[in-house]
T-cell receptor, first 113, second 111 residues
Framework: GAGVSQSPRYKVAKRGQDVALRCDPI?????LFWYQQALGQGPEFLTY????????KSGLPSDRFFAERPEGSVSTLKIQRTQQEDSAVYLC???????????FGPGTRLTVT | GENVEQHPSTLSVQEGDSAVIKCTYS??????FPWYKQELGKGPQLIID?????GEKKDQRIAVTLNKTAKHFSLHITETQPEDSAVYFC??????????FGAGTRLFVKA
């Protein structure tokens, strides 16, 4: 079956631009996670949704980062006024429920110039 | 907060040899320890996991051991093959939502 998909796969933004990254989780998966992965590092937790409810956003680095999942399926991570330090791969993962295995998408590589 | 340290950062082995990657975690409340394999341009993929009530788990050529007292856990890959070449991440998860990842080990298997 289809896995987690993310779009776009690559995004180049000029500093100061806003970007929106999309995640399509596996159908029926209740839990959805966003991670940020800097070059040569492990993924770092950003935020978590249980259905449409954002239950933990403690990993969002600043108020320029915003995530939503309005219908409990597709999620969007938005970054306003991008800065160079936002350059990273943004990974989305979904799981059947909170304690279950997380399935990762391929990520969106964001480069801020 | 939870911190996960992973060693070595790079590991090179000959095909057929074993590879061992070690991790330590800081929060004794962590109760779930997954290992992920990440290939270039792809997201991490779960390869094996272990829960805190188990000391060892094996799946074909891959095994994981957990020492809760010492807060150590390790990944063992036997009879390595070139297709095992990738970046491997350990992780620790507390009750709740956050999974904390190590910095990764780049494994090279030379044919």
């Amino acid at each position: 079956g289809a896995g987690v998909s993310q779009s776009p796969r690559y995004k180049v933004a000029k500093r100061g631009q806003d970007v929106a990254l999309r995640c399509d989780p596996i159908s029926g998966h209740v839990s959805l996670f966003w991670y940020q992965q800097a070059l040569g590092q492990g993924p770092e937790f950003l935020t978590y949704f249980q259905n449409e409810a954002q239950l933990d956003k403690s990993g969002l680095p600043s108020d320029r980062f915003f995530a939503e999942r309005p219908e409990g399926s597709v999620s969007t991570l938005k970054i306003q006024r991008t800065q160079q330090e936002d350059s990273a791969v943004y990974l989305c993962a979904s799981s059947l429920d909170r304690g279950q295995e997380q399935y990762f998408g391929p990520g969106t590589r964001l480069t801020v110039t | 907060g939870e911190n996960v340290e992973q060693h070595p950062s790079t590991l090179s082995v000959q095909e057929g040899d074993s590879a061992v990657i070690k991790c330590t975690y800081s929060d004794s409340a962590s109760n779930y320890f997954p290992w992920y394999k990440q290939e270039l341009g792809k997201g991490p993929q779960l390869i094996i996991d272990i829960r805190s009530n188990v000391g060892e788990k094996k799946d074909q050529r891959i095994a994981v051991t957990l020492n809760k007292t010492a807060k150590h856990f390790s990944l063992h890959i036997t009879e390595t093959q070139p297709e095992d070449s990738a970046v491997y991440f350990c992780a620790a998860k507390l009750e709740g939502f956050k999974t904390i990842f190590g910095a990764g080990t780049r494994l090279f298997v030379k044919a």
